[in-house]
Nanobody
Framework: VQLQASGGGLVQPGGSLRLSCTASGLTSSSGPMAWFRQSPGKERDFVAAIDTWTSRTYYADSVKGRFTLSRDKRQNTVYLEMNMLKPEDTAVYYC????????????????????WGQGTQVTVSS
C-alpha cells in the first residue's frame, strides 16, 4: 500500500488550500483514512478522518467548521479542503490509512494506522 499526498504550499492567513491523498493497494474492506499534522518541536496531532464504510467524518476541535474531508471512492483519494487558514495551521500534513475498520473512539489515534504518506508542508504566513 502506498499513500501519495499533495497540495501543500504557502498561503496567507484566511486563505484556502486543498490537500489530496491517493491510496494504491487498499482493498474495498479497508478501514479509515485520516490526516494528521506535525509542527517543529510538537507532537503529531489528529486533524480529520473518514470512515470509508459509512463516509462519516471526524474532526479535531481546532479545525471544525474550517476543514472538510471528503473521499472519491473510485479514485481511492481523500481530499482535505482547508479554509480560513491560520498561522497555527502551519505544519507538515500526513495522510494515513488503516487496513481494517476500527471503533470510532480510536479513529483519532495515530498508532492505529498502518500506512502513512510522505507528508506535505502547509505554511500559513503573511
Amino acid at each position: 500500500v502506498q499513500l501519495q499526498a499533495s497540495g501543500g504550499g504557502l498561503v496567507q492567513p484566511g486563505g484556502s488550500l486543498r490537500l489530496s491523498c491517493t491510496a494504491s493497494g487498499l482493498t474495498s474492506s479497508s478501514g479509515p483514512m485520516a490526516w494528521f499534522r506535525q509542527s517543529p518541536g510538537k507532537e503529531r496531532d489528529f486533524v480529520a478522518a473518514i470512515d470509508t464504510w459509512t463516509s462519516r467524518t471526524y474532526y479535531a476541535d481546532s479545525v471544525k467548521g474550517r476543514f472538510t474531508l471528503s473521499r472519491d471512492k473510485r479514485q481511492n483519494t481523500v481530499y482535505l479542503e482547508m479554509n480560513m487558514l491560520k498561522p497555527e495551521d502551519t505544519a507538515v500534513y500526513y495522510c494515513a490509512a488503516r487496513n481494517v475498520r476500527i471503533v470510532t473512539s480510536s479513529i483519532s489515534r495515530g498508532e492505529v494506522y498502518d500506512y502513512w504518506g510522505q507528508g506535505t508542508q502547509v505554511t500559513v504566513s503573511s
